[in-house]
């Protein structure tokens, strides 16, 4: 193994074992009654299903690089962290890793409501493998970082959520790893800490240190990776450069069932089987430029005969953003009853958000904003403008100008100053 | 490259691989988080004293207590032979070290299951828990320990040499708890019937060694199968160590010590194999 690699994988698996009931044997009793039945049926044992959640995953990542873990849930992503931070072992194949590896999988676990932030600062640090004397010599720093000098002896169950999220990020940020691994749910909390776990992250590249980003979030993929690991039902589908990753991302999110819908798919009665984008000629195609009219044609299905369903589409940023929004209800379209395949065509006024990716999600919801039918992400699109960015906000709309001071020269306005 | 933390800690090489034999037991690892084992000891200490507005005294009003109700009822009712000691003394030196083994017990088996944060999200050598488990009701027992002292010092009984002991028979006490909870640490993972049976189980144990009555209440014929519990010869070596009753029985005690040992390496085995799929079932 050559010494510029940080983490070299070889074959690695993970199985679980699913019962055939599909629920697990919690208690002694399930676990006598599984038993005293398999010995009923004599001897005959009971049927497992086998599931892999991560299969023969091989690769390297050399020191310095920053690759992002791209995948559906579900795809192995965490389970991958997991097995590379050793939570959990893997069934198959071999990992090898070079340095000092931490991984925040979550910020704060160990955290204890009752202890002062100075203790817990310690505590913290050494469930994140720092030495004591490590965590005391970056004392200062960490509690400055955090900006809750004043509240450090008060016991963390009287902090903020922010405070104490702050508090936890800025112990991790202290543990200087060689190597990191970094799970999305950092990410979660509001925009300056995200702001802020980026920013660190890129201080972490400019010492030169490894990291493997776990992220639905195709923006901070961009950012910070430069490389794109894929994973697809526990395989790794791709391993390369970030776009060709993205755009696999996208072509499988088409369809997928939105992450917070707690019903199961399948039990959807009305659910899209298609998107289609299209421009002023009437041509598909993802990538439009600002201004453009376009055209979205939403394909669905039916299960069970539904009554008024209220479509609404969202078109959220890659950084999470909602960004606009489209409901038949509230733009006054009645569907009626609602049987078996068919088509729902929204025409667009043009195009004024600004130059990004967008993921359309849809959401069918019962008559009059009720019980949530079904939810799915139906596409993504680009919008290409060369200025307008996410510095100019969600949208740029064209204001009307004009001076209403004296008809005086320009030059007099400006020359006074 | 950072060059302090790469001082501190020289860059490693970590293989990670579904692990194989029967005695892959690390404890190298342990012994490398150690720090760790520290600070879940210090928070377990630290917590206990500060969420109560007594502090430090319930160290020391819980024994006492008990031992005023079994003075009471066994020693005045029911007067229960004492091995010609007053019976508060005779029964706080047996109450004190059967608290530190219910407790040592009780959190050896039940940590992985209240710190399951700590196991689903961040690597560590999983024996550190009940290692942890065990070592935090010490310091309770220590408290305990100065009342007992004071008790003493009112009946006016001192202590002879075999106090110099009591630290051995306080390890012992350790290893069976330890020995324990590696075995039903790991099964109250799957199963938490474990929790809810053990308050149970150490209750009726309690009444299975001689800690209320002498040992000599025991008919003479029956004292062989009483022994077979390893608590019998432990409470007699801290009565003993504390008070000079008795003699230890060395045959006892060296079974004793056989077969927590053995029950020991076994635990750790067990829960070595167990502790591959903890992170997935908890």
Known sequence: MSKDIAIQARGLGKRYLLGANGGAKDSFRDALVAGAKSLIGGGKKAAFKEFWALKDASFDIRHGENVGVVGLNGAGKSTLLKILSRITEPATGTAQINGRLGALLEVGTGFHGELTGRENVFLYGSILGMRREEVRRKFDAIVEFSEIANFIDTPVKRYSSGMYVRLAFSVAAHLEPDILLLDEVLAVGDLAFQRKCIEHAKELQKRDATILFVSHNMFSIKTMCDRVIYLRKGEVIYDGDVLGGIELYEQDCRGAALAWTETKPEEWPIYITGCELLDERGDAKTMFDYGERMTMRLHYDTRETVDDPNFIVAMIRSDGVAACNYSTELDGLSLGKVVGPGTLELQLPAVKLVSEMYSISVLIRAKGFQQILCGQTAGTFHVRHHLFNTHFGVFHEAGNWRRVDQDSAPRVASGQR | ?282
Do not use: C
Not at chain 2, 42 to 62: C, D, M, N, S, T
């Open chain 2, 1 to 282: 490259m950072n060059q302090t933390a790469a001082q501190v800690n020289p860059p490693r090489v970590t293989l990670i691989r579904p692990s194989g034999g029967l005695f892959d037991v690390d404890l190298a690892a342990v012994w490398r988080y150690r720090e760790l084992l520290f600070f879940l000891v210090w928070r377990e200490v630290k917590i206990r004293y500060k969420q109560a507005a007594l502090g430090v005294a319930w160290a020391v009003v819980q024994p006492l207590f008990t031992v005023l109700i079994f003075t009471t009822i066994f020693g005045i009712f029911a007067r229960f032979p004492s091995d010609g000691l007053p019976y508060p003394v005779f029964a706080l030196a047996a109450v004190l070290p059967w608290t530190y083994f219910a407790e040592a017990l009780r959190r050896s088996a039940t940590g992985l299951v209240s710190d399951a944060d700590l196991v689903r999200k961040i690597y560590f050598p999983r024996l550190i828990i009940p290692i942890a488990g065990v070592t935090s009701p010490v310091v309770d027992f220590l408290f305990g320990m100065l009342i007992l002292v004071g008790v003493m010092f009112w009946y006016g009984i001192t202590p002879g040499w075999s106090i110099l002991l009591l630290p051995g028979w306080l390890f012992i006490t350790l290893a069976l708890a330890l020995a324990i909870g590696l075995w039903l640490g790991p099964i109250n993972v799957r199963y938490r019937d474990v929790m809810h049976t053990l308050p149970f189980i150490t209750q009726v144990w309690m009444f299975a060694t001689p800690i209320v009555y002498p040992l000599s209440m025991i008919p003479e014929r029956w004292q062989a199968l009483y022994s077979v519990n390893p608590m019998v010869g432990i409470i007699e070596g801290f009565r003993w160590s504390l008070l000079g009753t008795g003699q230890p029985n060395l045959l006892s005690i060296g079974i004793s010590l056989g077969v927590i040992t053995v029950a020991l390496i076994g635990g750790a085995v067990y829960f070595r194999k167990m502790e591959r799929s903890f992170a997935d079932v908890i």
